[in-house]
């Protein structure tokens, strides 16, 4: 069956400009996760959607990060006058729900790049 | 989250088991411990959980101790496909917001050899 995709795979941008970062959960999946690994780095959380709940933005580095997730299926990650420590690849995951016993699926992932 | 503490790195030969272990000390009760690997360039995977007992699937084992303060993730025949970094996570059970996220350390890079 599909897993969770993302586009663009890569994607080079210059300093101060917008990108936007696209993830396709897994069909049936309430629960939708975003991570970045900066290089030689662990994977560090960004944000959490479950359902119609309010997502939890807690892992959001800046008030430049922002994220929706229309319809309760795709969602976005949009940075905004991105800077070079913005490089990083950009995991999304989702999950059946959001409890500890579902495992998370993750994407291939978007490798952003800052010049 | 408790802390996971793991080798910086192992070396495993291709056919034979590969046994990666996890300290966990400050686990408590209602957490559980996964694994995930990370193959290059690739999103992480999801290998294995447990809570208390041992686990098996056609990934891997699990061996979690009774005090449950440490693990043992068991690749029972390594392929050089398995050469990736290992991630050893708890999680707690019940988690109201954040929806259980996901916190990697920095695991173990295992290289299978031929």
């Known amino acids: 069956g599909a897993g969770v995709s993302q586009s663009p795979s890569n994607k080079v941008t210059e300093k101060g400009k917008d990108v936007e970062l696209r993830c396709d959960p897994i069909?049936?999946?309430?629960?939708l996760y975003w991570y970045r690994q900066s290089l030689g780095q662990g994977l560090e959380f960004l944000i959490y959607f479950q359902g119609n709940s309010a997502p939890d933005k807690s892992g959001l580095p800046s008030d430049r990060f922002s994220a929706e997730r229309t319809g309760g299926s795709v969602s976005t990650l949009t940075i905004q006058r991105t800077q070079q420590e913005d490089s990083a690849v950009y995991l999304c995951?989702?999950?059946?729900?959001?409890?500890?016993?579902?495992?998370?699926?993750f994407g291939p992932g978007t490798r952003l790049t800052v010049l | 989250d408790a802390k996971t503490t793991q080798p910086t790195s192992m070396d495993c030969a291709e056919g034979r088991a590969a046994n990666l272990p996890c300290n966990h000390s400050?686990?408590?009760?209602?957490?559980?411990v996964y694994w995930y690997r990370q193959i290059h360039s690739q999103g992480p995977q999801y290998i294995i959980h447990g809570l208390k007992n041992n686990e098996t699937n056609e990934m891997a084992s699990l061996i979690i101790t009774e005090d449950r303060k440490s693990s043992t993730l068991i690749l029972p025949h390594a392929t050089l496909r398995d050469t990736a970094v290992y991630y050893c996570i708890v999680r707690p059970i019940l988690q109201e917001t954040s929806g259980s996220r996901l916190t990697f350390g920095e695991g173990t890079q295992l290289t299978v050899n031929p």
């Open positions: 069909s049936g999946h309430t629960a």
């Open positions: 995951a989702s999950s059946l729900k959001g409890r500890a016993y579902n495992e998370q699926f």
């Open positions: 400050t686990i408590s009760g209602n957490e559980y």
